[in-house]
């Protein structure tokens, strides 16, 4: 499909970087105009159902991919809160967050890592001990779900995502 080689493939370059920006709001609007040029649909139609019948990601869904499949190659860095604290609790499997308070760095991919794997339900957390499967599964999460979820977890608030 022409969309992947011309226009995913520079969107995803560096998307763990820039992924999180105020800018990346440009970047939606036009892969959201491109899948209209692409579909032959006027500006004002909505692209929801566009991007699920194409079985392409929004550009914030695909955000949260790359982050998540970051976290599945360095797994080992991360230290999970049953190491910390021996207490048998709801969190015990999740990764541990360490208490920050600058921005700069909670806005960073390795504490924004931790953070969107701790929200994944558990049926996608089991998978994370198989790349392959994880990814097929976390995909699959990403299709069905909006991403409008995931903009509450990674601070999205203050960028207005327009999903129409």
């Not at 869904?61 to 190491?83: D, G, H, M, P």
Request: with cysteine.
């Amino acid at each position: 499909m022409i969309y992947y080689s011309y226009f995913h493939s520079v969107m995803t370059y560096g998307l763990l970087l820039w992924g999180h920006s105020s800018e990346s709001i440009k970047i939606f609007r036009l892969q959201k105009k491109i899948i209209r040029i692409m579909m032959g649909y006027r500006i004002s139609d909505s692209c929801r159902k566009l991007f699920f019948n194409l079985k392409i990601l929004p550009l914030p869904s695909q955000y949260i991919l790359s982050l998540l499949l970051f976290v599945i190659r360095i797994n080992n860095q991360f230290l999970v809160n049953s190491e910390i604290c021996h207490t048998d609790t709801r969190q015990h499997a999740n990764f541990h967050q360490p208490s920050v308070n600058l921005n700069k760095y909670q806005k960073g991919v390795y504490y924004l890592d931790g953070k969107v794997f701790n929200k994944l339900p558990t049926y996608i957390k089991i998978e994370s001990n198989i790349p392959k499967k994880f990814k097929l599964v976390l995909e699959k999460f990403l299709y069905e779900n909006s991403f409008i979820i995931w903009m509450n977890i990674l601070n999205f608030n203050k960028v207005k995502y327009i999903y129409t």
